[in-house]
């Protein structure tokens, strides 16, 4: 158990719709990604937060949004969906967001777009 | 730009062999951190170990170890004796330093899918 919690585990909708997923990083960390895996992509980097701050972005498209609270868990907002936006979406965490930093992944969501 | 390479799509060997997954990194960075990480067939991501570029010392750990060439800018995976357990997919990933203009996100190999049969 790594400690990063993700809600739901399994997601399944329909295109056009939104979904908003949930993470909530290991105790004490302070800084909070989200990937995206997929089987023609694999897995990419979307955005990282630190202390509530959006600090890095990758490959997040225009129609996903994310915001980290207060009390530090995250949230990751998908729009319009599209059949390939079916994916795995996971958040891992670390303790200040450093390079240097193992980050510790959830179990991620599985998103299904019928 | 950042980039790693896992050439070996899949490897499927019987137990108690010993097996080297491979990973080649490109960067333009001096600092960077190299990682690997396990998917087990239940999905998720498990840290196994990490790696920072001034640190060209091999790791072991129980039946795993790492070798790690600048070199070749290679970060080769080694278990022992393998297990059914270790059957899983492999991720390599990569981490440059603050400052390097790149994401803090990893980027990730397309991982090596490893199959221990019994």
């Known amino acids: 158990d790594s400690g990063v919690t993700q809600t739901p585990k399994h997601l399944i909708t329909a295109t056009g719709q939104r979904v908003t997923l949930r993470c909530s990083p290991r105790?004490?960390?302070?800084?909070v990604y989200w990937y995206q895996q997929s089987l023609d992509q694999g897995l990419q980097f979307l955005i990282q937060?630190?202390?509530?701050?959006?600090?890095a972005k990758g490959n997040i498209l225009e129609r996903f949004s994310a915001q980290q609270f207060p009390d530090l868990h995250s949230e990751l907002n998908l729009s319009s969906l599209e059949l390939g936006d079916s994916a795995l979406y996971f958040c891992?965490?670390?303790?200040?967001?450093?390079?240097?930093?193992?980050?510790?992944f959830g179990d991620g969501t599985r998103l299904s777009i019928l | 730009a950042q980039k790693v390479t896992q050439a070996q799509t899949e490897i499927s060997v019987v137990e108690k062999e010993d097996v080297t997954l491979d990973c080649v990194y490109e960067t333009r960075d001096t600092t960077y951190y190299l990682f690997w990480y396990k998917q087990p067939p239940s999905g998720e991501l498990v840290f196994l170990i990490r790696?920072?570029?001034?640190d060209e010392q091999n790791e072991i750990s129980g039946r795993y170890s790492w070798n790690f060439q600048k070199s070749t800018s290679s970060f080769n995976f080694t278990i022992t004796a393998s297990q059914v357990v270790d059957s899983a997919v492999y991720f390599c990933?990569?981490?440059?330093?603050w400052g390097g203009g790149g994401a803090d996100g990893l980027t990730f190999g397309k991982g090596t899918h490893l199959i221990i049969q019994p």
């Open positions: 105790s004490g960390d302070l800084s």
């Open positions: 937060y630190y202390n509530g701050e959006e600090r």
């Open positions: 990933a990569l981490s440059e330093a």
């Open positions: 891992a965490s670390s303790p200040h967001g450093g390079e240097e930093q193992p980050q510790h």
């Open positions: 790696r920072n570029s001034f």
